[in-house]
């Protein structure tokens, strides 16, 4: 008889469906791995916050990086310390990626969103970052740049997490750069990687009742909450006749459907630890639903709005727009300005 401890650790029991820890803090990430999770994440937005969290933690290594460093520049110290939290995390994590031989159990650490337009920036930091630790996956923008080096990063052996990903269009680019790369590394007898691509859930959501607002739109709210849930399913359904290798993650949680519409697919789930908790007290029943279509009445209401077209149908942009996409200009915006937020923390150490 499975030891099934909450509804999230059933999932992990007994069906495909993974989830991650969606932080690197260091007492989230222990608990979320008690119940089953297989991997955590960073962002400069998510690296401010456990700086703000648990500074009694950090500030001690702060200041003994700002000393042994006169001559490091706040950005430095910054990257520095970034990449100690994800290896930090990666600690944790060795077990799940040695039990699954290097499917599961990395840690992501994202590039520096400054370089969303420069592939070749992407590219370097993100080779600087493989070489780390095994277990590192590399985070990097959905954008025109991002396409062209998350291709040449899956060549040269990167395990790539696609991010700042909202739509269909963005999920199948993916799909197909990271198919090329994989093919160029087969073509040399080179091993198997396991990449994901993040579709940023919970921010389509937030994207598309902005522009509801904006437009003042009549739509039933209860459709709104399923937004970016019918993106999600629709790049499912078409990553599985494609056969791609790449792997979908749902990220930016609001609601239960973000994680319950999902069980069963087999995807994986990025979930902050608040919700891991708020989930692992429901009473939500663990059944398979990421079969299940988002009802016909909602799509109706959703495809009277052109940004969720745009982003639901297969060619609804083309990659030259996805920098431009709404929420992607959004999703920019707070992660630099997250980065802004997490330098001046040091900047206060330093100065």
């Known amino acids: 008889m499975l030891d099934k401890k909450s509804p999230l650790h059933e999932m992990t029991l007994t069906t495909k469906t993974e989830f991650w820890n969606d932080s690197c803090s260091i007492p989230d990430l222990k608990y979320a791995i008690l119940y089953g999770a297989v991997g955590a994440t960073t962002n400069p937005v998510i690296v401010g916050d456990v700086l703000k969290k648990d500074m009694d933690s950090y500030k001690d290594e702060i200041k003994k ?4 460093m006169p001559k490091a520049t706040e950005d430095e110290i910054g990257w520095l ?3 100690s939290m994800a290896l930090s995390g990666a600690k944790l994590l060795e077990n799940a990626y040695e039990k699954s031989q290097g499917k599961n159990g990395y840690i992501s650490i994202q590039t520096n969103t400054k370089y969303f337009r420069n ?4 590219i370097e930091q993100a080779l600087h970052f493989n070489t780390l630790t095994k277990n590192i996956m590399v985070k990097m923008p959905v954008t025109e740049a991002g396409i062209i080096a998350i291709e040449e ?3 040269q052996g990167i395990t790539v997490n696609a991010t700042v990903s909202f739509s269909v ?3 199948i ?3 197909e750069a990271i198919e090329r790369g994989l093919n160029r590394r087969e073509k040399e007898g080179k091993p198997m990687l396991y990449p994901v691509c993040t579709i940023m859930i919970g921010r389509v959501d937030d994207w598309i009742k902005n522009v509801v607002a904006d437009e003042k739109l009549v739509i039933d709210p209860d459709a709104l909450e399923f937004a970016g849930i019918a ?3 629709n790049a499912y359904k078409i990553y599985k006749e494609k056969k791609y290798r790449t792997r979908l993650l749902a ?3 609001r609601n239960h459907h973000h994680w319950s519409e999902f069980i069963g697919g087999d995807v994986s789930l990025t979930i902050p630890s608040k919700f891991i908790r708020m989930f692992n007290t429901s009473d939500i029943a663990c059944i398979p639903r990421m079969d299940n279509p988002v009802e016909e009445r909602k799509l109706i209401q959703l495809k009277k709005i052109k940004d969720f077209n745009r982003a639901f149908e297969p060619d609804g942009m083309e990659p030259k727009e996805f920098n431009t996409f709404g929420a992607t200009r959004k999703t920019l915006m707070q992660f630099l300005n997250g980065y802004d937020e997490m330098i001046g923390i040091i900047r206060s150490f330093m100065v």
């Not at 592939?119 to 992407?122: A, V």
């Open 119 to 122: 592939e070749e920036k992407i």
């Open 65 to 68: 990086m700002i000393n042994d």
């Open 81 to 83: 310390l970034n990449e």
């Open 169 to 171: 269009p963005q999920a």
């Open 153 to 155: 990063c899956t060549y």
């Open 173 to 175: 680019a993916v799909g």
């Open 251 to 253: 990220a930016a949680y």
């Open 231 to 233: 993106v999600f399913k």
